[in-house]
């Protein structure tokens, strides 16, 4: 069964750093392009990053580019999202998701909260 679950959120001063992850496994993560998305209350669920199976194309939304650094191990099964400068308005649930052909997997979101 496919699995994907994140971790490393919580609760940080405006300006702190945190690292998220996403461990999966029940599927060949390899072949599997990952993406971070966020959501808050009330708004639609916000594409963040996206990374190849590889690695080497990487995307960013604009409202995240310079602060967030999209990455991913293989051989961990694990993607990561380094999350810098953070400011009130990047509080919300953090999900990655696996994408290949029709399939689409989602984690369980972890929650940041930037507050002082």
């Known amino acids: 069964q496919a699995q994907l679950v994140e971790s490393g959120g919580g609760l940080v001063q405006p300006g702190g750093s945190l690292r998220l992850s996403c461990a999966a496994s029940?599927?060949?993560?390899?072949?599997?392009?990952m993406r971070w998305y966020r959501q808050t209350p009330g708004k639609e669920r916000e594409l963040v990053a996206t990374?190849?199976?590889?690695?080497?194309?990487?995307n960013y939304a604009d409202s995240v580019k310079g602060r967030f650094i999209i990455s991913r191990d293989n051989a961990k099964r694990t993607a990561y999202q380094q999350v810098s400068s953070l400011q009130p308005e990047d509080t919300a649930v953090y999900y990655c998701?696996?994408?290949?052909?029709?399939?689409?997997?989602w984690g369980q979101g972890t929650q940041v909260t930037v507050s002082s």
């Open positions: 990374i190849s199976r590889d690695g080497d194309n990487i």
């Open positions: 029940g599927f060949t993560f390899s072949v599997y392009a």
């Open positions: 998701n696996a994408r290949y052909l029709v399939n689409s997997y």
